[in-house]
T-cell receptor, first 109, second 117 residues
């Protein structure tokens, strides 16, 4: 049973435009939600998080939105840059960290 | 500050052979994790240590997998015997105590890619 789902395996965006990565979850007891970024042959690195009591968190070009009623979160990257090309994992924390399947973002120059 | 160090980076073995992976966490991090990442999937927790104690090993296939964290620092994950389906990336991560933060911010190593032939 997949508690955290990323339904889009890939996303392609033009440089300078907005990238929107989506994630759905099933367990309303999660305390925190996080996004990790992974380059090939490297481990995932933490990008941004949001507490379950908030609906938005912003850090530079990255903003995470949480819609608890829909059990949905999204990561917005504005403006997108070629260096943002990577696999993005959403994760939910509630006793342990559960990851989604990942979305591969490709930002074209 | 050094990050999480894992070795070996790559390992190719034949099925039924044993294999071991080593992890050195970030200094001062009490919590250590081993994750399994299959191709096209997100990391899945195998085991979590708080200092020397394995506090969550519910997803560790104990018939063939074992782990230890002697002295609460380095850790070793072993598979014996390896099966074809064990081919994956094994990720080690560390964090400050999970219980005190609970935010899920982990620091991952580069992973050990295992290929079982």
């Amino acid at each position: 049973d997949q508690q955290v789902k990323q339904n889009s395996p890939s996303l392609s965006v033009q440089e300078g435009r907005i990238s929107i990565l989506n994630c759905d979850y099933t367990n309303s007891m999660f305390d925190y939600f996080l996004w990790y970024k992974k380059y090939p042959a490297e481990g995932p690195t933490f990008l941004i998080s949001i507490s379950s009591i908030k609906d938005k968190n912003e850090d530079g070009r990255f903003t995470v939105f949480l819609n608890k009623s829909a059990k949905h979160l999204s990561l917005h990257i504005v403006p997108s840059q070629p260096g943002d090309s990577a696999v993005y994992f959403c994760a939910a924390a509630g006793g342990k960290l559960i990851f989604g399947q990942g979305t591969e973002l490709s930002v074209k120059p | 500050e050094a990050g999480v160090v894992q070795s070996p980076r790559y390992k190719i073995i034949e099925k039924k052979q044993p294999v071991a992976f080593w992890c050195n966490p970030i200094s001062g991090h009490n919590t250590l994790y081993w994750y399994l990442q299959n191709l096209g999937q997100g990391p899945e927790l195998l085991i979590r240590y708080e200092n020397e104690e394995a506090v969550d090993d519910s997803q560790l296939p104990k018939d063939r997998f074992s782990a230890e964290r002697l002295k609460g620092v380095d850790s070793t994950l072993k598979i014996q015997p390896a099966e074809l389906g064990d081919s994956a990336v094994y990720l080690c991560a560390s964090s400050l105590s999970w219980g005190s933060s609970g935010t899920g911010e982990l620091f991952f190593g580069e992973g050990s890619r295992l290929t079982v032939l």
